[in-house]
């Protein structure tokens, strides 16, 4: 298959779907070879959707986190609309799930870990991706994930000419439930869709099964999150815990961020025992041992997510859905085991009752509250500082690794106590301006300065 579509010389077809195709090409202004999505003859024929892909391709080709294919340029060539991005070689997360069956923890928490990144970059910028899925997203060399279609998804579902059982199908499986109303879809919408996956991956199978548009729509907005230890009963109850929250019916109770519920997942898979759930939770729910009766099919109050589309109201026909009250809960948290090994400490801890924490260097932001930098003071500062911000947590600079936080200061290591970290830049500063005084936010990543303040004016 060799044909020419404008300056690209097309070699073959990558994927095809209900929005177009994804061609393999050489591009001969620029000597490479790359991915060219070509959306479908239908779209050229609108033009509030051709001028809103530009406007939406625009902002997407700005985005220059690592896990976000790169989008050369964009445009319309004869009618057609495209997409010039990078070509990664790898394979695709459905793909890999088919042929291998459901991912070990730490690979699942890996791959979510990525994507969170790139989404919580897109955020920032004020983009909601719309149709994260596993097929949307290509594990490349050395296990480097990306996530795809930015800059299409969210346009092309709001279009009422794309309603073809296919592609509504398609973005049904991970669908938020605000979606199929006519609410504000945010970026929580994204943070659903992603813990979809992440039940995907640990168990190999979709969260609702289904053959129609309309039995998914009832089963997203009506029926409790599965729990991956359904599938595996060698998975922790935690990874239940985790799914339900990210999958929560309610947009105000899930986690606040994709980073967020990243940093749970990774935490769920080295240390069960203490994963730390959002604040905003009110009380957790008993989790009930194999021995108890099954949950009452009501619905779970739980966390935020979002995905809409026009499209999808089509098939629905406007039919309207029974939304259950939440249950009362009323069971206290649960207790640790005894039996349960401790946790090694981490290198530079105090002994403290909070244990030293080493918040992951992924881009995230913390909002700093105290520091102590006297060696023979270090446990009465940070203790002090603790006490005094209720809810806090404490890390050593040089053990932390990440080359935002200074380390040193007149020669004495530094600890830092803070609260966080947060997936987004206005999360952190929210908390910043709640806290007052002398605090500041600090990005965590190895790109910004050492010692960087992050503004927030």
């Given at each position: 298959?060799?044909?020419?579509?404008?300056?690209?010389?097309?070699?073959?077809?990558?994927?095809?779907g209900?929005?177009?195709?994804?061609?393999?090409?050489?591009?001969?202004?620029?000597?490479?070879?790359?991915?060219?999505k070509?959306?479908?003859?239908?779209?050229?024929?609108?033009?509030?959707?051709?001028?809103?892909?530009?406007?939406?391709?625009?902002?997407?080709?700005?985005?220059?986190?690592?896990?976000?294919?790169?989008?050369?340029?964009?445009?319309?060539?004869?009618?057609?609309l495209?997409?010039?991005?990078?070509?990664?070689?790898?394979?695709?997360?459905?793909?890999?799930?088919?042929?291998?069956?459901?991912?070990?923890?730490?690979?699942?928490?890996?791959?979510?870990?990525?994507?969170?990144?790139?989404?919580?970059?897109?955020?920032?910028?004020?983009?909601?991706?719309?149709?994260?899925?596993?097929?949307?997203?290509?594990?490349?060399?050395?296990?480097f994930?990306?996530?795809?279609?930015?800059?299409i998804?969210?346009?092309?579902?709001?279009?009422?000419?794309?309603?073809?059982?296919?592609?509504?199908?398609g973005?049904?499986?991970?669908?938020?439930?605000?979606?199929?109303?006519?609410?504000?879809?945010?970026?929580?919408?994204?943070?659903?869709s992603?813990?979809?996956?992440?039940?995907q991956?640990?168990?190999?199978?979709?969260?609702?099964?289904?053959?129609?548009?309309?039995?998914?729509?009832?089963?997203?907005?009506?029926?409790?999150?599965?729990?991956?230890s359904?599938?595996?009963?060698?998975?922790?109850?935690?990874?239940?815990?985790?799914?339900?929250?990210?999958m929560?019916?309610?947009?105000?109770?899930?986690f606040?961020?994709?980073?967020?519920?990243?940093?749970?997942?990774?935490?769920?898979?080295?240390?069960?025992?203490?994963?730390?759930?959002p604040?905003?939770?009110q009380?957790?729910?008993?989790?009930?041992?194999?021995?108890?009766?099954?949950?009452?099919?009501?619905?779970?109050?739980?966390?935020?997510?979002g995905?809409?589309?026009?499209?999808?109201a089509?098939?629905?026909?406007g039919?309207a859905?029974?939304m259950?009250?939440?249950?009362?809960?009323?069971?206290?948290?649960?207790?640790?085991p005894?039996?349960?090994?401790?946790?090694?400490?981490?290198?530079?801890?105090?002994?403290?009752?909070?244990?030293?924490?080493?918040?992951?260097?992924?881009?995230?932001?913390?909002?700093?509250?105290?520091?102590?930098?006297?060696?023979?003071?270090?446990?009465?500062?940070?203790?002090?500082?603790?006490?005094?911000?209720?809810?806090?947590?404490?890390?050593?600079?040089?053990?932390?690794?990440?080359?935002?936080?200074?380390?040193?200061?007149?020669?004495?290591?530094i600890?830092?106590?803070?609260?966080?970290?947060?997936?987004?830049?206005?999360?952190?500063?929210?908390?910043?301006?709640?806290?007052?005084?002398?605090?500041?936010?600090?990005?965590?990543?190895?790109?910004?300065?050492?010692?960087?303040?992050?503004?927030?004016?």
């Open positions: 298959m060799v044909s020419q579509f404008g300056p690209y010389r097309v070699e073959g077809l990558i994927a095809r209900g929005m177009g195709e994804v061609l393999r090409a050489y591009d001969t202004r620029h000597d490479r070879i790359v991915a060219l070509v959306l479908g003859d239908r779209t050229a024929s609108d033009p509030e959707f051709r001028e809103r892909f530009k406007r939406e391709a625009h902002a997407a080709a700005r985005l220059s986190e690592p896990h976000v294919i790169p989008i050369h340029s964009y445009g319309e060539i004869d009618g057609r495209y997409l010039d991005m990078r070509l990664i070689e790898g394979q695709d997360v459905s793909r890999l799930l088919a042929e291998r069956g459901p991912m070990p923890p730490a690979e699942a928490a890996d791959v979510i870990h990525q994507v969170a990144q790139a989404l919580d970059a897109a955020h920032e910028e004020g983009m909601v991706h719309r149709d994260v899925k596993p097929s949307n997203i290509i594990i490349g060399r050395g296990g994930a990306y996530l795809v279609d930015f800059g998804a969210h346009w092309a579902r709001t279009n009422t000419n794309l309603t073809t059982t296919g592609i509504a199908i973005t049904l499986d991970y669908m938020a439930p605000e979606r199929f109303g006519t609410g504000q879809i945010d970026h929580r919408a994204d943070v659903y992603l813990a979809c996956v992440f039940f991956c640990l168990t190999g199978a979709k969260p609702f099964g289904g053959n129609t548009a309309e039995a998914l729509m009832f089963s997203h907005i009506n029926k409790e999150p599965p729990r991956p359904e599938h595996n009963p060698a998975l922790p109850p935690v990874f239940d815990r985790l799914v339900e929250i990210g929560a019916k309610d947009p105000n109770q899930r606040a961020s994709a980073g967020e519920f990243a940093r749970a997942v990774r935490q769920a898979v080295t240390a069960p025992v203490s994963v730390q759930m604040a905003t939770m009380a957790p729910p008993v989790v009930p041992t194999r021995h108890e009766p099954a949950r009452p099919k009501s619905r779970v109050r739980w966390w935020h997510v995905i809409g589309v026009a499209a999808v089509a098939v629905a026909g039919a859905f029974a259950y009250p939440p249950p009362t809960t009323t069971g206290t948290p649960n207790a640790q005894t039996n349960q090994p401790k946790q090694p400490r981490l290198p530079g801890d105090l002994g403290l009752s909070v244990p030293i924490s080493k918040p992951a260097c992924d881009g995230g932001y913390i909002v700093m509250v105290g520091s102590a930098v006297t060696p023979g003071s270090y446990t009465q500062q940070v203790q002090q500082h603790l006490e005094k911000h209720p809810g806090t947590s404490y890390q050593h600079s040089p053990s932390t690794g990440c080359e935002s936080l200074r380390t040193h200061l007149n020669g004495a290591e600890y830092s106590v803070y609260y966080g970290p947060y997936g987004g830049k206005a999360e952190a500063c929210a908390k910043r301006a709640s806290v007052a005084g002398d605090s500041f936010v600090r990005r965590l990543d190895h790109v910004s300065p050492a010692d960087n303040v992050v503004g927030c004016d």
